[in-house]
C-alpha cells in the first residue's frame, strides 16, 4: 500500500506543477488584458497587424528552438532535461530530469512548441508596452528564424540529392 502511494506522489507533483504553470500563465494573462494602465491615460484598442504576427511566429519559433536545442541555451537547459539517444538510433532526443517542479520544466523547456507559448505570450506583452525595442528583436529573431527555414530547406535539397545519386548509383567525388 504504501509502494502505490508513493508511485503515485510524482504524479501528484508533476501535475501541481502543470496546474501551477497554467495558473501563473492565465493570472498573468488576465492582468495583461483586464488591469494593464494605458500608456497616457487614452483608451485605444491594442491591434496586432498582420506584420507583427508574421515577426511574432517566425521569432517565437526561431526563439522556441533556441531554447529547447540550441547550445547557447544549454548552461540553463541541463538543469532540468538530459540528452540522450533516441529509441530509434536517428539521433539524440531531450528528456526531463527529476521529478515535480525540475519534470514539469524540463518538460516545459524541451518542447519548442511549449515554451513558444511562453515566448509568444511574452513578445505580445512586450509589444504593447514597449513596441520599439520589442520590435528590432522581434526584427532580429525573426530574420534568423527565416535563415533557419532556408537552411532547412536547402539541407532537405542536398539531402534528397545526395539519396538520388546513391539510388542511381553514381558515385560523389
Not at 518542447?111 to 515566448?119: E, F, K, L, S
Request: hydrophobic content about 45%; charged content about 20%.
Amino acid at each position: 500500500m504504501a509502494v502505490k502511494s508513493l508511485l503515485k506522489e510524482p504524479k501528484k507533483q508533476e501535475y501541481a506543477t502543470k496546474l501551477t504553470l497554467i495558473g501563473i500563465f492565465l493570472t498573468i494573462f488576465t492582468v495583461f488584458t483586464t488591469k494593464m494602465p494605458v500608456r497616457n491615460s487614452i483608451k485605444r484598442d491594442y491591434q496586432i497587424k498582420p506584420l507583427d504576427i508574421t515577426l511574432l511566429g517566425l521569432a517565437t519559433m526561431r526563439l522556441g528552438r533556441m531554447v529547447s536545442y540550441d547550445r547557447v541555451a544549454e548552461p540553463i537547459r541541463q538543469l532540468f532535461v538530459k540528452t540522450v539517444p533516441d529509441d530509434y538510433g536517428a539521433g539524440m532526443t531531450v528528456q526531463a530530469r527529476g521529478l515535480g517542479v525540475r519534470q514539469t520544466l524540463g518538460q516545459l523547456l524541451s518542447c519548442p512548441i511549449c515554451v513558444g507559448t511562453w515566448i509568444a505570450a511574452g513578445l505580445v506583452y512586450g509589444l504593447h508596452m514597449l513596441p520599439n525595442p520589442t520590435r528590432v528583436f522581434l526584427a532580429i529573431t525573426a530574420s534568423t528564424g527565416v535563415a533557419e527555414i532556408l537552411n532547412a530547406i536547402t539541407e532537405t535539397f542536398n539531402w534528397l540529392a545526395e539519396a538520388a545519386r546513391k539510388a542511381s548509383g553514381v558515385k560523389n567525388d
